[in-house]
């Protein structure tokens, strides 16, 4: 028999690692520092589908690589906590696939252009953040996201049990 909390506490490592890597990996190729960013990490959003330990693995991973990349001390914070709401809300409809991706889309748009504008001080209004966080998010995590999640379908109950 399996221990349940061992089993939960890898996944979420291995998911906040994962989350970490995959950053990383988009800010090698500036694929993250663009007007409309494209971070492949925001793919594994869709994973609270398959796992609640995905919840805290997100945010855990989203806090790490947001410290890595030098992001100021605000944009980890809330960041994090936009990560971790789409998290939470994509865990709630995981009884509706198509609409997983949808609350870390919506958390992005709406938390993630008040850090450009109010912590960056970047030149542009929240609407104009709102239009590029949202394609960037709608590319991560509606378009890779449910890609991910249509790849893991098959085998994902094996995989998050």
């Not at 490592?13 to 993250?32: K, R």
């Not at 994973?47 to 690589?65: D, K």
């Not at 030149?123 to 966080?133: A, Q």
Request: hydrophobic share 55%; aromatic share 14%; glycine share 8%.
């Amino acid at each position: 028999m399996k221990n349940k909390k061992v089993v939960y506490l890898t996944q979420a490592a291995m998911i906040a690692a994962l989350y970490v890597v995959l950053t990383q990996l988009a800010h090698v190729f500036g694929l993250d520092s663009q007007a409309i960013q494209l971070r492949f990490s925001e793919a594994l959003t869709i994973l609270p589908y398959f796992t609640p330990a995905a919840i805290p693995g997100l945010f855990i991973g989203c806090i790490l690589a947001n410290f890595f990349a030098g992001c100021l001390p605000w944009d980890i914070v809330f960041g994090s906590l936009a990560t971790l709401l789409g998290a939470l809300g994509t865990y709630a409809l995981r009884k509706r696939k198509w609409l997983a991706p949808l609350p870390p889309i919506l958390a992005n748009t709406l938390i993630v252009p008040f850090v450009l504008a109010h912590v960056y001080h970047l030149e542009g209004t929240i609407p104009y953040f709102m239009l590029t966080v949202g394609i960037g998010e709608i590319l991560s995590c509606g378009v890779m996201g449910m890609l991910f999640l249509f790849a893991l379908n098959r085998h994902g109950k094996k995989l998050f049990y």
